[in-house]
């Protein structure tokens, strides 16, 4: 009787060294080309998480300013990768700076240009008084973001006009 030298006793099968070697060497191959993929998504996301905090933080100032009637100010350091808003706080106290080269972000500032300055004014109205551009980079995926005057007063008065219905 021919004996099957794949069976084992008890009658399971098991695979040769030749099959494994072949399993692991196209895992091998999916997972080279995949990585460098999802190095570059998590990259892509990360610098969008910037790009909406920093455009939320620039909301902020402008609605400060306008609340406040003073001018802020959003100064980019390049150098350290972070930027501030001067005049204003966190919830702690301390000055409001976001440091771009952390957690979750990871980013490095590579450039940010609004009129030839590092920092964007926005005026009491809180209208941006420079237009200007924000170059974030992780490694060779690199994001620019372009900065507009916006204008605050119409969205103030839309405010004003709705609160003024609710108190009738």
Same mark, same amino acid.
């Given at each position: 009787?021919?004996?099957?030298? &794949?069976? @084992? ?14 399993? +692991?060497?196209? %895992?091998?191959?999916?997972?080279? %080309? ?6 570059? !998504?998590?990259?892509?996301?990360? !610098?969008? *998480?910037? $790009?909406? @905090? %920093?455009?939320?933080?620039? &909301? +902020?100032?402008? #609605? ?23 005049? $204003?706080?966190?919830? /702690? ?13 990871? +980013? ?11 920092? /964007? ?8 008084? =420079? #237009?200007?551009? %924000?170059? *974030? !980079?992780?490694? !060779?995926?690199?994001?620019? =973001? ?8 119409? *969205?103030? $008065? ?7 219905? +609710?108190?009738?």
């Amino acid at each position: 009787m021919p004996v099957n030298r &794949r069976t @084992r006793v008890g009658g399971e099968r098991g695979f040769t060294l030749v099959e494994l070697t072949i399993v +692991l060497v196209v %895992i091998g191959v999916v997972f080279a %080309i995949a990585t460098p993929r999802f190095s570059d !998504a998590a990259s892509h996301r990360r !610098a969008d *998480l910037a $790009m909406d @905090r %920093i455009e939320r933080d620039i &909301r +902020l100032a402008e #609605q400060d300013a306008w609340h406040t009637g003073t001018t802020r100010e959003l100064v980019f350091d390049v150098a350290n990768n972070r930027y501030e808003i001067v005049g $204003m706080t966190d919830a /702690a106290g301390n000055p409001y700076i976001v440091d771009l080269s952390k957690a979750p972000y990871y +980013l490095s500032v590579t450039s940010a240009d609004f009129g030839g300055e590092s920092k /964007a004014v926005l005026d009491g109205r809180g209208e941006t008084g =420079a #237009q200007g551009t %924000i170059v *974030l !980079a992780d490694g !060779a995926v690199s994001v620019t =973001a372009s900065v507009e005057s916006s204008d605050t007063d119409t *969205l103030s $008065m839309d405010l004003s006009a709705t609160v003024k219905d +609710l108190l009738r």
